[in-house]
Nanobody, 134 residues
């Protein structure tokens, strides 16, 4: 059973940094695609980053490219989202997600995958709240 648990959210000031963590269990990392999303009130869920070990490539949405960085600690079964220069537009509930790559093959991560997340990702964490104050 796939389980994902986010942590690290909180209240920070504009311009500051925050690192989120997502601990996973129940799957083999090399067989899955993993990603970060966020969902702000009144907005659609937004895909932020996505990684698969077979492609060895991290895809970033334009909205966070250069400010956010995704990393993985395989020894701890944990992935991270380092968020820098947080802006008033960044507050949201942040989620990690995972998907078995067996039906998808190579090139899983991309704009379409993140935009149509409900069709591609079946395992989700409970989310962690990020609030940015001015």
């Amino acid at each position: 059973q796939v389980q994902l648990v986010e942590s690290g959210g909180g209240l920070v000031r504009t311009g500051s940094s925050l690192r989120l963590a997502c601990a996973w269990s129940g799957f083999t990392f090399e067989d899955y695609g993993i990603a970060w999303f966020r969902h702000a009130p009144g907005k659609e869920r937004e895909g932020l980053s996505c990684f698969t070990s077979d492609d060895a490539y991290t895809y970033y949405a334009d909205s966070v490219k250069g400010r956010f960085a995704m990393s993985i600690d395989k020894a701890k079964n944990t992935m991270f989202l380092q968020m820098n220069s947080l802006e008033p537009e960044d507050p949201a509930v942040y989620f990690c997600a995972a998907e078995d790559l067996t039906p998808h093959g190579h090139g899983f991560c991309g704009e379409v995958t993140l935009a149509q997340s409900r069709h591609y990702f079946t395992s989700w964490g409970q989310g962690t709240q990020v609030t940015v104050s001015s």
